[in-house]
Every structure is written in structure tokens, then in C-alpha cells.
């Protein structure tokens, strides 16, 4: 039988840096994050061949003093924390105290340090576990830490490295997010000699749009929420501007850059009936709360938080998420569109430009479209005679003329509006059952003759087992035989529906996933699919009152931009765009 043994230092050091430094960006993170915590107002970095050659970190922090160099790359010994009251309550990036023992572990590594008291700088070297004296050397006030030939000494580890361009690849993201999180900062990168990235120092919205683009920042909605103990802000993309793949999906904890489940789920359920099919949001989000209320000694790379009350900081990124998309947050930005500082060329621009659209609840719009009361009765009717009474027209404006049976036609301020009048339609019919439902009464409309249809007997035993979930969703269908029913009454806002096919859809989502799934978690598709079955068809030809009613309705409702699977309900074209098409003032 093995004895027992204490293994050596440097393998004790060598089995940490595994868990750790496991490529060179994540030596990249832990060095960058020093630095921070040093306060450091600038910072270079330097790499070759993708960081496995060298990694090189200097900043102008408070540097280290010469005898705590040494102690400076011992195991679990920082000056970050000193008590479990320190450990319970975090605010600094790094705390383990293990970072810069690990990288010495696997990499000839100096550091140099000088701190703004003393006249020259003390450096240090590392090579197979053996820390070499302290010695003087030159630097500015701050540190610098040089990291050579990562994992020379481990060589199973350094097989597992990847391609020099994919290493280099995961360095820029680390990068990236770091100056993400600390835009008051300024920083360098240098690859193989060449300049990658040059920052300066900036606020928020200037460093997101130097580090995702301008296109990103022009054209996203900002985040704002503060309820006093927890805070949220940053950009979110609107849903028009989403595309297929992960572009850029940023969320920080007090300044960390983390990968946490119950955050991103808040997104994508803010996103879930906005957003086309199974595309990714993108967004730069930066989440402030207590130290005291969150976790973060979860996970080696500190790359995961937990929250001591993680339901309510759900609900608060969902609903701050959702009102920036809706635009009702308190503070919205505007959306301006890069094609009004492009140079002129020819064709049509089109653009969904953020307007000052209400967001109170969906109104009822004119008994045509959607049932309930007279039209001179609704708020949507009494707007309209409102804007037409106005000399400024409403901000989707009045219609001239339907294209198509499918698009509406309507001059604003800035130009000529186009509205697909279904995707419209479809979105406020959607927002009106959601509202009515939150109220738990969805308004039935009693069917003058019942509309009998053969169905499945499956399809008959939900009906019969799940009555009350049908009368809470607006329905009431009767068994007529083990092959029949009868569709008696139909929600208010769904009576131009077709009432058979509205009720195989209704039922087949119950028989699938259940009436307590249906209510809660699978709500809105429900109620998306209910409201698709009676928005305005293609080809149904409008009044001009009815085409302005829709415009105004358009107004009052929430995320009006958006069909529910995402796709835009209108599109603007200027007047400057008109007049280049049509050669004017040349």
C-alpha cells in the first residue's frame, strides 16, 4: 500500500494553475483583473503566438512594495480580503490569491513593481517553483507581469492548447470583456508587435460602441432600473436588429463578467415574444447589487455568481429588460439610424426609427377590426379625432392608401410610413388577450349559431377534462358525441376567427403540455397562436377609418414594432430618401 505523502509545492502549484490558468487567456483574465483591483487608470498587454509565448501586463496601479514581491506569488496570500466577513460581502475581482502562483507554475515569470513612494522599481523571477531574490529594476509607478512559454513544463497541458489564431481569438474576448466592464479605464493590446486594440478612456456608451460597433450602439435600446438596492443598465438590442447568431451576449455582476443561468433566462423570456423564432438577443448589461447578496467563490475562473435571492433579481432584469423594449423605461434612449449620416446614394432606406409611441395598455379599435364597444366610444376612435383636429400629425401619421390588400400606406413628419396591417393587427389582438388574462378574465363573445366540428377523441376528453381552463381562456365548447363538438363562445377579441380551427389549436396546446404549463409557463405562445387566427388577412380591403384606427391602436399598444414572432410592423422612409430617389435638388 502508498504511503501518504505531502506532494511538493511547485506540483501543488501545478494542480491549482489546472483548474485556473487553463489556457493563456484565462492567465490573461486573472492579470488584467490585478490590475484593476490595483487601480490602475491605464493598461497595456502584450502577446505572442496567442498568448502561449508570452503574456505581458503593465499598468500604472499602486504597485507592490519591494518585500511583498515575493509573498506577492504565494499561494492563497492578497491583500484583497483578510476574513470570512471579507469572503461573505466581496467587492474586488480576484481574492483566492492564487492567480499569479498558478501562471508562475507553468511559465517563466517575472514581475516588476514600483509604488509611487520609492525612486526605482524591484523585480522578481520565477522558474520551476525557484522565486529568485528581489532586484532593481526600471518601471513607472504600477506593475508589470510577464508570463513566457506557457505550460513548458507541463507538457500534457500544452497539447491541449489549439491553433495560435484560436488562442489568440479567446484572448481578444477576455479583452473585450474587461474593457467592457471598466470603460473609465484606458487600454492596449499588441499581438505579435501589431496594435489590435487602442482605448481610451470614455464612458459607457462610447466604449460599448468602440468595442461592439456603432451599428450596435446606434441601434439598441438603453436599459436603465434602479429599485435602491439593486440596479441595472446597459443596451439591449432591439428585436428588428437581432440576428441569427450569438453576436454579442455581455452580462456583468458589479463589474465581473459572468455566464449565469438565471440572468440570461430573465433576458430571453423579456425577449420571448418579440424575438423571430430561435434568434439570440444581444446586449451589454452591467448589474449593480450588494456584495453581501451575492456569491461569487462558486467557481474556479469566477465566472459564475449566485444570488441569495435569485427569483427576485429574475423578475427585476426581466421587467427592466422588457420596458426598455417596450420603450417604456424611465429613462429610454432614442434610436437613431446610421443612414441619416450615410452618404447620399440611390434606393430606398427604409428604417424603424424609435417614436414617442404610447405604452399604455392595448385599446379596443373600431368594431370592423376588433368587436366591443363603438367605435366613436374607444380610446383608439377619440385619438383619432384628436390627431385629425391637431396640425402635428400622430407619429405613424394618417393613412392614404392600402398597397396590396396588405400594406397601409401613411404620411408623418419625416416621410412616407408602411405598415404591414397583419403583423400589426396580430401584435396588439396578442397584448389585449395578455392584459385581459392578467386580469384573469378574458371576455367570452357567445356564438349565435354554435359551430360544430368533427374532432379526435382525444381532443373531445380535453375538452371535457379542461373546461375551466377553457372558460378562463374565453372559451366555452360542449361535447356534442365522443366524436363532435360545439364552439359556443369565443374570446371577444377572436370572434372574426375561425372558431373550429382557433379550437383544435387551443386544445391541441393543452393536450400537449397541460392545463398549469398552458397558464403559466407556455401562456404567451398560446395566446401568440390565438391572436395570429384573427388579426386582419391579407387581402381584406380597409376604410381609410379603419386604416387610421390601426395606426392609432398601433400607438397605445406595447412592443407595437414587433409581430409576435419578431418581424418589424412597420418601416419608415424620409422625405431626404424620397428626394435622392427621385433625383431632387440635383
Known sequence: MTAIRQLPELLINQIAAGEVVERPAAALKELLE?????????????????????????????????????????????????????????????????????????????????????????????????????????????????????????????????????????????????????????????????????????????????????????????????????SLGGLTALPTTVHGGRDAQYFFVNGRFVRDKVLAHAVRQAYQDVLHHDRLPSYVLFLAVDPARVDVNVHPTKSEVRFRDSQAVHQFVFHAVSRALSGSAGERGETISLAAFAPAREGFVSTQHRMPLGVAQPRAVYDTLFGGAAAGDTPAAAAVLTAEQSSAPPPLGFALAQLSGVYILAQNEHGLVIVDMHAAHERIVYEKLKMQLDEDHIAMQP????????????????????????????????????????????????????????????????????????????????????????????????????????????????????????????????????????????
Open 34 to 230: 490585478n490590475s484593476l483591483d490595483a487601480g490602475a487608470g491605464e493598461i497595456a498587454v502584450q502577446l505572442a503566438a496567442g498568448g502561449t509565448k508570452q503574456i505581458r501586463v503593465s499598468d500604472n496601479g499602486a504597485g507592490i512594495k519591494c518585500d511583498e514581491l515575493t509573498l506577492a506569488l504565494a499561494r492563497h496570500a492578497t491583500s484583497k480580503i483578510a476574513s470570512l466577513e471579507d469572503l461573505e460581502q466581496i467587492r474586488s475581482l480576484g481574492f483566492r490569491g492564487e492567480a499569479l502562483a498558478s501562471i508562475a507554475a507553468v511559465s517563466a515569470l517575472t514581475l516588476s513593481s514600483r509604488t509611487a513612494d520609492v525612486k526605482h522599481a524591484w523585480a522578481v523571477s520565477v522558474e520551476n517553483g525557484q522565486i529568485s531574490a528581489p532586484r532593481p529594476a526600471a518601471h513607472e509607478p504600477g506593475t508589470s507581469v510577464e508570463a513566457l512559454e506557457l505550460f513548458f513544463n507541463t507538457p500534457a497541458r500544452r497539447k491541449f492548447l489549439r491553433s495560435e489564431a484560436t488562442e489568440y481569438a479567446h484572448c481578444d474576448e477576455v479583452f473585450r470583456r474587461i474593457a467592457l466592464a471598466r470603460p473609465d479605464v484606458a487600454f492596449r493590446l499588441q499581438h505579435n508587435g501589431r496594435a489590435q486594440w487602442h482605448l481610451k478612456s470614455q464612458d459607457r456608451a462610447g466604449r460599448i460602441g468602440a468595442i461592439l460597433g456603432e451599428e450596435f450602439a446606434a441601434a439598441a435600446a438603453v436599459v436603465g432600473a434602479d429599485s435602491g438596492v439593486i
Open 447 to 586: 356564438q349565435l349559431i354554435p359551430v360544430v366540428f368533427n374532432a379526435e377523441k382525444i381532443d373531445v376528453a380535453t375538452a371535457e377534462e379542461h373546461a375551466a381552463t377553457l372558460t378562463r381562456l374565453g372559451f366555452e365548447i360542449a361535447v356534442l358525441s365522443p366524436t363532435s363538438l360545439a364552439v359556443r363562445g369565443v374570446p371577444v377579441a377572436l370572434q372574426n376567427a375561425d372558431a373550429a380551427a382557433l379550437a383544435r389549436d387551443v386544445l391541441a396546446e393543452i393536450r400537449e403540455f397541460g392545463a398549469s404549463r398552458v397558464l403559466l409557463e407556455r401562456r404567451n405562445e398560446l395566446l401568440s397562436t390565438m391572436a395570429c387566427h384573427t388579426a386582419v388577412r391579407a387581402n381584406r380591403i380597409l376604410t381609410v377609418a379603419e386604416m387610421n384606427a390601426l395606426l392609432r391602436e398601433m400607438e397605445f399598444t406595447e412592443r407595437s414594432g414587433q409581430c409576435n414572432h419578431g418581424r418589424p410592423t412597420w418601416q419608415q422612409i424620409t422625405l431626404a430618401e424620397l428626394d435622392r430617389q427621385f433625383m431632387r435638388g440635383r
